[in-house]
């Protein structure tokens, strides 16, 4: 069983993988993470029709959703540690 640190760690790694992830869509689209999401997901961005574009912006999407979850993930280990 993984203690609370390893657990942190691999969730450190991961995060920083997928800033590095986010960071090579941004210089590829001009557009911050989190307002492409937004606009994603409002409907404001219409759907290419590049498959390409595509799936970058599907993979994009997802990588904004997992960054959200892992950030949160440890926030809570952290503050449990705190308790």
């Known amino acids: ?3 609370v640190v390893e657990v942190l760690e691999r969730l450190v790694l991961k995060r920083l993988w997928i800033l590095g992830e986010l ?3 941004e210089e590829k689209y001009g557009m911050d993470s989190r307002e492409f999401r937004e606009k994603w997901v409002r409907g ?3 759907e290419p029709l590049d498959p390409e574009v595509h799936g970058d912006f599907m ?3 997802g990588l904004v959703e997992e ?9 809570r280990l952290v ?5």
Do not use: D, T
């Open 1 to 3: 069983m993984e203690s």
């Open 79 to 83: 503050e449990k540690r705190g308790e």
């Open 67 to 75: 960054l959200e979850r892992v950030e949160n993930e440890i926030k």
């Open 23 to 25: 960071k090579r869509f």
């Open 59 to 61: 993979i994009w999407s």
């Open 44 to 46: 404001l961005i219409p």
